[in-house]
């Protein structure tokens, strides 16, 4: 019987990728740093192949990740979803959040949250 993999398999995959990219690795660099291809990489964090413990303990030194933090959100019900996990996963997400925090001017900080805000709603209407 085929192994099937479980929302588990994608959280894990999706947490690694928003940590990758919160380093600024590459899915090349951290391939490299824990011995597998990029394309590897790629299936891990797709939830297409599943992260085997000693893998996931080679990620989570390379990362500087305690192993426990890829598995949050674990405990919510498969029909749940984590919005700001989705979010951080989507792509320039981590980079868009990393570049606001160095913002240090509230005034433009509330500017950017309107620009974008009225960016997405005018791509939606």
Known sequence: MPRT???????VGR?????????????????????????QVQ??????N?????RLASISKSLGVPIERFFEGAQQSSADTDPLSDALASPYAVDL??????????R???????????LADKRRG
């Open 97 to 106: 959040l990393q570049a606001f925090a160095r913002v240090g001017d509230t």
């Open 43 to 48: 299936k891990y964090e797709k939830g297409a």
């Open 50 to 54: 599943r992260i085997g413990p000693s």
């Open 108 to 118: 433009i900080r509330r500017s950017l949250v309107s620009l974008i805000e009225n």
């Open 5 to 11: 993999n479980e929302p588990v398999d994608r959280l």
């Open 15 to 39: 947490n690694v990728q928003i940590f990758r990219k919160a380093k600024g690795l590459s899915q090349t660099a951290l391939g490299d740093a824990i011995g597998v291809t990029f394309q």
